[in-house]
């Protein structure tokens, strides 16, 4: 595409050998002269070093999201404490649903905790979410979270949540 070009090429262990090396295309290679890329220990992300018409001077940083690579997504694990904290005081089942929904494509996820524990377990994608829950006798709980791809991810999250009782039944 320009003077030079950003390849990929994939390392076979079993051949000890490097397969043909693919040119990436646009939008990562320009007509300038691309060198350079830095890739992320997931393959999910890259940075380059390109000068571009809609850049802010000379050579500017993009980064790149691979989308045909897994994209990772965080494993939330926690308890529901209800109305006291102390766990002898649980009750013997809990009736929770959690609704956790995407602010930018309104797709819904709903979980249900261990009827006997109040444990849950949530895996949600990139992105940023709406969570809530329901419990008759219970306030809601709210929250906002943003779940990201980008930088190290902390792929497990520990999240107990107290829930206080209600002064009217939902």
């Avoid at 008759?136 to 829930?163: A, C, H, M, P």
């Amino acid at each position: 595409m320009g003077g030079y070009d950003l390849f990929k090429s994939d390392w076979d262990q079993k051949t000890n050998s490097f397969s043909k090396p693919e040119n990436l295309g646009y939008p990562i290679n320009s007509t300038d002269d691309d060198r350079s890329i830095c890739v992320t220990s997931d393959n999910r992300l890259a940075y380059v070093s390109s000068f571009r018409p809609d850049g802010f001077g000379d050579l500017d940083l993009y980064r790149i999201k691979f989308n045909d690579e897994e994209q990772a997504s965080v494993i939330y694990t926690g308890q529901f404490l209800l109305g006291d904290s102390i766990p002898a005081n649980q009750p013997n089942t809990y009736e929770i649903t959690i609704t956790v929904v995407n602010t930018a494509t309104k797709y819904e996820y709903t979980f249900v905790p261990h009827s006997k524990t109040g444990r849950y377990v949530m895996a949600l994608p990139a992105g940023t979410y709406k969570l809530s829950t329901f419990c008759r006798g219970y306030v809601k709980y709210k929250e906002d979270l943003v779940v990201s791809d980008i930088g190290k991810i902390n792929q497990e999250r520990t999240k107990n949540i107290f829930l206080k009782k209600s002064q009217k039944v939902q």
